[in-house]
């Protein structure tokens, strides 16, 4: 059984920065791709930021630029540096594979952004 836990979410200011990470439970995690979706009060979950087993990426256009995915096969961790951050950046965090599987969502991180 496959899990994810998500961490690093908090509080920070406009433009500041934070780093997710999502360790994974699994032995055949490298072979997934993976991606971190958001969703914020009211809307859908959307991904923001994808990577595949052997190391290629993609990202929404909302945060191409700011956003970098990384992953540490050796460590089954996924990890998404945030930088320069807006208010509407704010959402809870999740990381599952790509295509996302339903029964592999956890309880995400929150993120907020504010003054």
């Known amino acids: 059984q496959v899990q994810f836990v998500e961490s690093g979410g908090g509080l920070v200011q406009p433009g500041g920065s934070l780093r997710l990470s999502c360790a994974a439970s699994?032995?055949?995690?490298?072979?997934?791709?993976m991606g971190w979706y958001r969703q914020a009060p009211g809307k859908q979950r959307e991904l923001v930021a994808g990577i595949t087993g052997g190391g290629s990426t993609n990202y929404a256009d909302s945060v191409k630029g700011r956003f970098t995915i990384s992953r540490d096969n050796a460590k089954n961790t996924v990890y998404l540096q945030m930088n320069s951050l807006k208010p509407e950046d704010t959402a809870v965090y999740y990381c599952?594979?790509?295509?996302?599987?339903?029964?592999?969502w956890g309880q995400g991180t929150q993120v907020t952004v504010s003054s």
């Open positions: 599952n594979t790509l295509p996302a599987r339903q029964s592999y």
């Open positions: 699994g032995s055949i995690f490298s072979i997934y791709a």
